[in-house]
């Protein structure tokens, strides 16, 4: 039974999951949107929504937190200077999902993540 279970594994073993969520997440921050599978899409959701909330708060152990997920100094300071003051108000949900359709070849169901 799968009880309490709540992470997605996504067909593959932890190490490469996790540097999967980590690159959508740097691609969304550097990029603004990303297209990807609805699966995905829901899993960087996880990831990238607590970096922004810790961006928010701007303390020097939130800044090492986001220096453990994102990979380049470019999209920490993009994170922290500008993809975050724009959410100061806002109290989470700070993405979206918009459906773009079906992959011809293996029928997975697209979407744009996007900030809001």
């Known amino acids: 039974m799968r009880h309490n279970k709540k992470q997605v594994k996504l067909g593959r073993v ?15 921050v550097l990029h603004g949107s990303i297209v990807t599978t609805r699966a995905k899409a829901k899993a960087v959701r996880g990831v990238i929504e607590p970096l922004i909330t810790k961006a ?47 992959r011809p070849n293996d029928g997975a169901q697209k979407v744009r993540i996007e900030f809001v």
């Open 56 to 102: 928010r708060k701007n303390r020097p152990v939130d800044r090492e937190k986001i220096n453990q997920v994102l990979y380049t100094g470019k999209a920490i300071a993009k994170l922290i200077n500008e993809i975050a003051p724009r959410y100061a108000e806002r109290p989470g949900g700070y993405t979206r999902m918009t459906k773009m359709g079906f």
């Open 14 to 28: 932890k190490a490469p999951r996790e540097a999967l969520l980590r690159n959508l997440a740097e691609s969304l």
